[in-house]
């Protein structure tokens, strides 16, 4: 089949001489010209003296390897690649490998197939020279010659069949026999006949180098099945085409088996597209699914959900019954969203799996195409959050978990994946926020919120520097005495735009963003100076109660604030009361019991506030050591009609007393709740019914008024 219109000179290296005969043998009767070498050195000197058309080299030689010698060549050449055939001992991978990686264009692997050893040189020589006619540049004609075809045929501008050349791994389907001087269609299915032969036109008219990727059923060689793949996929096997122009109405063709490649790339998308420990897609898969989705919805003009749950106290679990458990409930997690979503149920219209996956801790996200109502999607979150609520069992623990969960929707939340995804979460951390075991929308109205929020915080920064916040006081009434005993300080932050704004909107925003300790050791300070005023000698003194919140009682300096506060007023320690809630005081025991030894150390005043909405343990106030308690005034507000707070309230005073603390009723707003309280012994008063919290010129007044009033 010397059908080649060129001859070429072929450097054949081989120690082995029977082999070295063999080969001239077969390429000369293909008409091909032959030089030999029978070591690496020598045939590297030949490759310099007589510039051969292709190299044939053996890879194990004495002295220089094939490798070696094919390195030293692709070294030396500064224009052209000549095509370099390596002959290998075996097709273990590792050879094949690195005679690739050495810049080889082809190889042969042993024993050789004799009869076909002069065609498959023949055909590189070809390839390589139809390939250096069209002066292509070097990079493209070395990656050319690096496409390894098994298989190689010339066909005419209407798609028959020149010739037809089967490669070492061919498949046995096409032959010689079965396709020369036959028409495209009748070799290859139509629709794959029709586009091979628009893509000859193209080449032929363009004369660059067309790539084609083709699938065909084929019973052939069938590749290796790996452990864990799908049977369905075996009988297909995929092959690339390139096509090159190798005359005005003729192409040569460069077929290659890639089906072991197509395989391999398909098991590294699996791997890289699943999550290793529970099986389900992951992040990479889910945003490529989502980026799918969102390209669909925005032609077909649909709707569709993500849902981004995150487990409640996971962290928790993993602290403390450690990370194999944790691992194992992540699993068990996972299943149970994969029965919620499955397909056929409501949820899930989609191929299975796709729309479920975890993106990493215990954050799992769920995407719910075709949404007709918003409804469906809290639907799909309510079985969610139904589905964790059974307990998991897992090494003989009985685990309880429940999940919070965000929804954004598209179109209306956001047009893009980053923004979707950003948005559900943002509302799976309101939903937290909402005491977990919740499912929220994300909706714009919790954007503006957020926004404003982030405003407030900016504002809240320059607050101090500008001297927008300032205190009112309200008065602690004595019952038995009727005479303001304490002035409880509150902060007011007068916002430039807004207003004046209360403190249960910014002080939890002081407290998240650390500006609580600053503002803190303000009002520290200005009230710890009001209250020196305030003090009259020869009468009796006034405390001035300041609130901390936890976040200042954790604070390393929250003595030395305290301290010289003090010192700078010249306040007495005792004048100073500090109000904590229960939560303060159980966060961390034992440090909390030092910062409490230490500022009863200094002789300060110490009240729990809010008491009866925490934890109420009349135990911890007995360790604590605190003076007096502030019954919360959400008991306060029903009295004194509402017979079961009465009874909690009167319960607490006595309790109290038992303890020897003093107590205070915050809320106090009527006549009626004040002469229960008097009837209860409650030892002091608060609330807008005494006194509301006031600027301090007012307060001056009722202090010289009653004062007046106890002259007389
Ligand atoms: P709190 O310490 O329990 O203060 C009592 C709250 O009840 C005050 O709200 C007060 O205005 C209100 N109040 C007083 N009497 C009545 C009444 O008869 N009826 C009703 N319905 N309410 C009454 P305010 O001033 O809005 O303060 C709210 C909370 O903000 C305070 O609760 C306190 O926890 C916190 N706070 C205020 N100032 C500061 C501060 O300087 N530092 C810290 N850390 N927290 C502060
Ligand atoms: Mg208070
Ligand atoms: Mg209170």
Redesign the pocket.
């Known amino acids: 089949m010397a059908t080649s219109p060129k001859r070429g000179l072929v450097l054949v290296a081989d120690d082995d001489p029977t082999m070295r005969l063999l080969m001239l043998e077969m390429l000369a009767q293909v008409g091909l010209d032959t030089i030999e070498a029978e070591d690496g050195v020598k045939a590297l000197a030949c490759y310099q003296s007589v510039s051969p058309d292709l190299v044939l080299l053996d890879v194990d030689m004495p002295g220089m390897d094939g490798f070696a010698v094919c390195r030293a060549i692709r070294q030396l050449e500064t224009q052209a690649a000549v095509p370099i055939i390596m002959v290998t001992g075996g097709d273990e991978l590792e050879s094949v490998t690195r005679a690739y990686e050495a810049g080889a264009t082809d190889f042969v692997s042993k024993p050789i197939n004799w009869p076909i050893l002069g065609h498959r040189v023949l055909y590189v020589l070809r390839a390589s020279d139809a390939i250096s006619r069209l002066r292509i540049a070097d990079a493209q004609h070395r990656a050319v010659l690096a496409a390894i075809p098994d298989t190689f045929f010339r066909m005419n501008k209407d798609g028959y069949y020149l010739d037809y050349e089967q490669g070492h791994e061919a498949s046995n389907v096409f032959s010689t026999e079965r396709c020369v001087g036959r028409h495209l269609s009748q070799v290859l299915p139509p629709d794959i006949a029709n586009h091979m032969l628009e893509q000859v036109r193209t080449v032929l008219d363009t004369q660059h180098i067309h790539s084609l990727d083709y699938e065909l059923p084929l019973p052939g060689p069938a590749p290796r099945v790996r452990q864990g793949e799908h049977p369905a996929l075996q009988p297909v096997r995929h092959f690339e085409a390139r096509l090159v122009a190798t005359g005005p109405d003729e192409v040569l063709g460069l077929v290659r088996d890639i089906s072991e490649r197509k395989r391999s790339e398909e098991q590294i998308r699996r791997l890289a597209y699943c999550d290793s420990l529970t099986g389900i897609p992951n992040r990479q898969a889910f945003l490529e699914t989502l980026e799918a989705e969102l390209a669909r919805s925005r032609k077909a003009n649909k709707k569709f959900a993500v849902l981004f749950m995150d487990l409640d106290a996971f962290k928790r679990i993993n602290d403390t019954l450690g990370h194999d458990v944790g691992d194992h409930l992540l699993q068990a997690v996972s299943e149970r969203l994969r029965e919620t979503t499955r397909p056929g149920d409501l949820v899930s219209r989609t191929e299975a799996g796709t729309n479920l996956a975890r993106l990493g801790g215990d954050e799992f996200t769920i995407l719910i195409p075709d949404l007709e109502r918003v409804e469906d999607a809290l639907n799909v979150a309510h079985r969610v959050k139904e589905a964790m609520r059974r307990p998991f069992l897992l090494d003989a623990h009985e685990i309880f978990v429940t999940a919070s969960i965000g929804i954004s929707l598209y179109p209306e939340d956001g047009e893009d994946c980053n923004s979707l995804l950003k948005y559900a979460d943002t509302a799976m951390y309101h939903a937290k926020n909402c005491g977990k075991n919740n499912a929220k929308l994300y909706s714009s109205s919790l954007t503006m919120q957020i926004m404003s929020h982030v405003k407030l915080e900016v504002g809240l920064r320059k607050a101090l520097q500008n001297d927008e916040l300032y205190l009112l006081y309200?008065p602690q009434i004595d019952v038995a005495s009727a005479r303001i005993v304490g002035l409880?300080?509150?902060?007011r932050w007068r916002h430039p735009e807004r207003g004046v704004i209360?403190?249960?909107e910014f002080?939890p925003l002081a407290e998240e963003t650390g500006l609580?300790v600053p503002i803190?050791d303000w009002?520290l300070r200005t009230a710890c100076r009001q209250a020196t005023a305030w003090q009259t000698p020869g009468k009796p003194p006034v405390r001035v109660a300041?609130?901390?919140?936890a976040k200042?009682f954790k604070d390393e300096n929250l003595m030395q604030s305290v301290l010289s506060a003090l010192h700078e007023t010249g306040l007495p320690a005792e004048l100073l009361e500090l109000?904590l809630t229960e939560g303060t005081l159980m966060d961390d025991a034992r440090a909390t019991m030092a910062t409490l030894e230490q500022l009863r150390g200094i002789g300060v005043y110490l009240s729990i506030?809010?008491f009866g909405t925490g934890y109420s343990s009349m135990n911890y106030l007995k360790r604590f050591d605190v003076r007096a308690l502030k019954i919360d005034?959400s008991f306060i507000s029903g009295l004194p009609l509402d017979s079961e707070n009465a009874a909690i309230t009167h319960a607490i005073i006595a309790m109290a007393h038992g303890l020897k603390l003093a107590v205070v009723a915050?809320?106090?707003?009527t006549d009626a709740q004040l002469v229960l309280l008097e009837q209860y012994g409650c030892d002091m008063v608060?609330?807008?019914?005494l006194g509301h919290?006031s600027p301090p010129d007012t307060i001056d007044r009722m202090l010289a008024s009653q004062d007046a009033l106890a002259m007389t």
């Open positions: 309200q409880e300080a509150l902060v209360s403190p249960t002080i609580i803190g009002v300041v609130n901390l919140s200042q109000e506030d809010d005034k915050e809320g106090v707003e608060q609330g807008y019914y919290p």
